[in-house]
Each structure stands twice: as C-alpha cells, then as structure tokens.
C-alpha cells in the first residue's frame, strides 16, 4: 500500500472477577470447560480491540502483545520479528490471574466472547492469544460488521481505496475521494470508524456518501481512536490493508459542537463522611431544581439505592465499588438522554469516582463533583444514625473513616463544609455552581 492519502492535512483495576485455576486447555473447547474458566469483562476499548483481533483486522496478531512486543512497537514501530506495527495492543487484568490461566472474556451483557491464555503478566497487563467462542453480538447496523477475509472476497480484482471515518466527508472530502478512485481505476471501501457513542452517526454518513460514489463499499470497523494522530493514522491504514485496500483515505477529523448546556447531560456527585450533610443537601438541591423547573431531576441517594439496587451488597471495599458503579450506570443513563441526576452516596475511593466521571462524559454528559468536606469529629458529634458509636464499639466493620480510609477528591468543583453552614446556604452554594455553569436557566 502506498502513503496514507489524507485531506489537506492503562485502567485501574476493578474488582468481581471470579477466578478457578483449570488444566492446560488441550483440544476445542467445550460449555462445560468455559463455565470452569476465569471470567472478566474488558472495559470498551479492549472489547474493541479483541475484536479486531479475532476478525484478523490486527493481521498478524493473534493476541495481546508481550512485554517484548509492547517494547519493540514503542522503540521501533515494529513486532519482533520485523512486521510493521504502529500501537501496542494490550489487555488489564487483576493481579490474581497468572500465567497458565485460561481467561473467558465476556462482553457488559456477559456473552461469553474469547478465551485468552495468559502467557505474562507485566505489572496491571497481560498478555497472550485469543480464541473465539460465541459469535459477537453486534448493535445497530450489524449486517455492516463484517470480517476481513468476507470483505477480501467480496471485492473486485483491482485497486481498492479505502476510506477510513470518523465523521462525515464533507463536500471538499466527498470529491477528493471521487477523483482519487477515479484517477487510481479504484473501487471504494469506505470503513466507518464506529468506536462509542458517536459510532451509528458515522455510519449513516458512510451510507450517505455511498450514494454519491457508485459501487461504494461500506463496512464498519470498531477501531477506537488514539491519541497520538500519527498512531492512529497508522494503525487505520493496517486495518483498510487487512480488508484488502491499496491506498487508503483517512477522511477528515469530526467536528464536534456540543450542545448548550441546559440542553446537555447533567450528573451532580456529592461525596463526603457519613453525617456530611452530604444527603440533605442534595435533597435540597432536588428540590430548589424541581420548583424552578425546566429539567427533568432524578436523586439518587445512596441508602435509597442499597435498599433498592444493591440489595445483598456488603460493605468490603470491593462491595462498596459495585455500589457507585451502579449509581454511575444509572445516573449516565440520565445523563444520556439529556436530564440531571443528583447522586450522594459516600463513595470513599478516588479511583470508583473516576470511574462514574468516565461513565457520563462517555455519553457526552457533564460531571460535576461536590465534595462534602465536613470534619469527622463533627460527623461522629451528629451521629444521627448511631453509626458511628457501632463502629468505635468495633460492631461495624470497614466502616468510613474509622476502620476505612476516605480518600479526599483532589478534582472537586466545589467543596462545602457544613459546619458552621445552613442547607440553605450549602444548597445556594451548589446551585449557583450549576446556574453559572449554564446547566439550568
């Protein structure tokens, strides 16, 4: 393939995996040995990945690179053996999984996708190849997510330009691509790049330009962005290379305009010790946002959503971070669809916050984070519940801020302590911060 044509110019670790050492796999692998097996669901840019690997678009890869391989692409942009490779393709697991682990990667909705065989651990990575099991289970426009091999097939004999997207081709675009297959005799691939939320909207662009280039191909390929331009313009011209493309494209950066704020996704996170303030005050928020009306508000309060989501949970830490990522996935589902949720559990741990930002500026909405800095001695002096005295008492375990660490948000928009403060006031506080940020008129 010749020159890239182009226009003008880590994770933290979570915690719920299951793991049971088995045997070397020998021979196919049946139901039976799959449900023995270590489990773990990659976050999305690792799904993505995996598929591309088990599609054969990472030709040749075959599996998640080793410490030696990762080294080789960073220094030199090669695989040990010398094939060009433009990005490591890595893989984060707990620390629990070794070498020898056989390990079924399942996707969010637990569909059991690969095996992969851990053959080295390099600090959170692991590596090794992958086997496919159940067939992927694809989203809108499916009949598009075709393997290379299916697309080579399909393809006439001849020049094949590619056309990678990540947006729509504007007009100046949309002609650039016309003449270069008309200069080049070349059928057009074009391959929308469908990674996240934005990925449908890519699609119907590919569709739309087909119309105009008669003949057009259109496949839709998960390739996530990277962050490095040149990388990821690399690594789109492998992936155009493996579905059989002799030049390829890389059609013009998207150009994203979000939304006005009061139209946007709006999450409010209060965190802070039990008997902050941290509940009242979100309540007093629900409640000045609901008489001033103009956005629909859902509360999420965390003793509300134990009883009601998290029933059985208990309160190791491990326990207590599925509690947050649940308040996150329903609190970025409000926020995807345009409304504001007010969550206040304690949420003790940096990293699980981090994770809940993650989740809604995923879905285009905006995070706002509120810490509730109230002292502990004047949370143990109001111990309305009496929790507290349990805990000193040695009667509740892993308890915040007694037996259990509380990690202090460095990254908090705005911090209340309501010591000397009336709700009123901690509520005005909060509520100047979202009028001024423009999420409410």
Known sequence: MSACRRPGHGRAMRAGA??????????????AETDAMTEWTPDARELADLELLLSGAYA??????????VESVVERGRLPGGASWPDPITIALPDEFGPGDRVTLRDPEGAA????TVVERDGHHAAGPVEALDAPVYGPFSRLRRAPEEVRKDLPDGEVLAVTMRGPLDGAALDDVAATAEELDATVLLMPLVFG????????????AAERLPGATVVAVPLAPREDTEIDLELREHVARNYGATEHYAGPAPVSIPGPPHKRGLVVFFTGLSGSGKSTIARGLRDALLERGGRAVTYLDGDVVRRMLSAGLTFSREDRDRNIRRIG????????????????PIAPYAATRDEVRAMVEEVGGDFLLVHVATPLEECERRDRKGLYAKARA????????ISDPYEEPEDADLVLDTTDMTIDRAVGAVLNVVSSGGWVR
Do not use: M
């Open 60 to 69: 040749p890869l075959t599996g998640f690179l080793t410490s030696a391989e």
């Open 197 to 208: 939320e934005g990925g449908p909207a890519v699609v119907r662009a590919a569709l739309k």
């Open 329 to 344: 996935f329903v609190a970025a589902e409000v926020a995807r669809h345009g409304g504001l949720a007010i969550c206040a």
């Open 394 to 401: 040695g009667l509740i375990p892993e308890f915040t801020g």
């Open 113 to 116: 996708v690969a095996v992969l």
């Open 18 to 31: 299951s793991r049971v050492r088995i045997r070397p796999h020998r021979g196919p692998i049946d139901q």
